[in-house]
């Protein structure tokens, strides 16, 4: 039965005006406290005549700067220092006003009249209304937090991984929650000197001691919590490992700019997703160049409403271009793309610059339409099929927009004189091994024949990015969200993988460097194997892989291979100012020939031969060698 009034009474809260009343009671307890004290307690020789007529003004006083400062209108059980600051504020400004007005009856009708308070009195009493209206409020406080914690669902040991401010915040928070009873054991910290100190009475532990195997198991910890503003994300990676070896469930504190109203609640804290354990350090990059290049100039998008695009769009909006064109066929993503920019603060100021066009990068005469109306200056070439066993199956479709789309829109680049036109390639064009690649191949060389214009041509080449439509981590986590089994197509796969923001800040940074006809490949860091990835993330949720979350091979796809390579054997690297970019050396095929396989290609689509299709990309890109596809058949042809 008690348990149920906590329930029902802790989700209601005390009318303000009821508060307003504590306070006033408060003010004139404290005040018949401090006539006692300064009286020795001798309540006999006290005029109560005099000190009801001194109670009535100090109460009307407290009263009138209670109601101007709004002091009493905080809920008790979550004051913090704003609130206290409150009070101070109206405490001190009323006596402050006493005291005046105690000058004032002093100067006019002389220190002995009736309704002047001794300035002791108002000094005890100033310290301790002070006193007992803050405290009183902790009390409340720390009573409430308590007897809620009693009736919490479930004690919960955790470890907070960082004894800054940071943590002693995390520490609070989570004491705060009333669904669940945390028990924060320690604190653990790199900085030797707080080591085997105490913060409010928890322990500060050196990582080693604290995330051993005995430490955990000794004290039951089920959470292990990281509470380090900016920390470095190889250091939060090997955390999060440690953890994960140790079978905790591993939580961050998210950055301060995302907590709600300046504080932190439990329910702010999040899982480790795998994205954290994929960062890398934060790319630096020549603000100043990229803002060179599109500072008051148009630029356009295709596929912008996709992954990348819709990125390169944000990031490109904070260079105050003169007008920004986003082109995409996809009505749903687009119109998105569109609200969530009309509804973000940060760019509401250049909305009028910003056009959301609906089209298809095939259609030649709508593009050119397009082009003949905004005339852009910089062209960030986004749109193309990406998916490899889809487009194995559909050639046609992706050499019409993968190798055809780019060329109408390269083809209109150079009849409009665009500065600079940026592809976004992928690894998956180097040694292809499918439609996909082979496709990103040809139009790769295409817009390299194209480099002797005036429009100077830029590729950029690099893996696998995080979280974007229908990449693997979306997929393991709806399969591990519905109970699994988890889905691998070889236990040996790997990959490279990338960050959205940071494939995009590295596209820009490469755009605004390239010269013409440059083909710049990004430092994508250690190839990732799909299996361990798998695990990790299945570990993230806190199930056990295997036993919790089984994880099934199923073959390789239809053009897929197990490893991905940013440069063929006929390629190689030099270095550019950017440390996470190279420029690569391929060879140029030149643009007699590459027209002339263009143009035959351009017949045997209209003929609609799968077969006679995929050979002639075979011809154009000799190094294309599918694997796992009916396309197999033409490799043996060639070789007999």
Known sequence: MFKELIATYSKQFLSRWV???????????????????WYSFNYFIINPHVALLQLGIVVSAYLLFFLLTGSYSGIIRHTGLLDAYRILKAVSFSFVFLVVINITIALIFGRQYIYRISFSILIIHFLLSMFFLIGSRVVIKLLFIQITRQFAKEKIAVIIY?????????????????????????YIDDNPSKVRKRIEDIPVVAHNRALSP?????????????????????????????????????????????????????????????????????IELDSKNINRELKNKIVMVTGGAGSIGSEIVRQALNYSPKRLIIIDQAESPIYDLQFEIINTKAFQDC????????????????MDYIFDIYRPDIIYHAAAYKHVPLMEQNPYEALLVNVFGTKVIADLSVKYAVEKFVMVSTDKAVNPTNIMGASKRIAEIYIQS????????????????????????????????????????????????????????????????????????????????????????????????????????????PGEKLYEELLNDSENTLPTHHPKIKRAKVVDIGNEETNRFINELSELILDRDELKLVSKMKQIVPEFVSNNSVFEQLDKKKKA
């Open 450 to 557: 194209l480099h002797n214009n005036e429009t100077r041509f830029i590729t950029t080449r690099f893996g696998n990015v995080l979280g974007s439509n229908g990449s693997v981590v979306p997929l393991f986590r709806k399969q591990i969200e519905a109970g699994g089994p988890v889905t691998i197509t070889h236990k040996d796969i790997t990959r490279f993988f990338m960050t959205i923001p940071e494939a995009c800040n590295l596209v820009m940074e490469a755009g605004a460097m390239g010269d013409g006809a440059d083909i710049f490949i990004f430092d994508m860091g250690q190839p990732v194997k799909i299996y361990d990835l798998a695990t990790k993330m299945i570990q993230l949720f806190g199930f056990e892989p295997g036993d919790d979350i089984k994880i099934e091979e199923t073959g390789l796809r």
């Open 162 to 186: 960082g004894a800054g401010s940071a943590g002693m915040l995390t520490k609070n928070a989570l004491l705060k929650d009333r669904h669940y009873r945390y028990d924060v054991i320690t």
């Open 19 to 37: 508060i307003l009343l504590f306070d006033v009671i408060i003010v004139a307890s404290t005040f018949g406290l401090a006539y006692l004290v």
């Open 351 to 366: 909305l009028h610059r910003i056009e959301f066009v609906v089209a298809n990068v095939k259609d030649k005469f709508r």
């Open 214 to 282: 005995s430490y955990i198991a000794r004290y039951g910890v089920k959470q292990l919590i990281i509470a380090i503003q900016n920390i470095s994300p190889e250091k939060k990676k090997k955390i999060v490992e440690t953890g994960l070896d140790l079978h905790l469930e591993v939580k961050v504190v998210p950055a301060i700019d995302r907590w709600i109203n300046g504080e932190l609640s439990s329910q702010q804290l999040r899982r480790v997703k795998i994205e954290d354990l994929l960062e890398r350090d934060v």
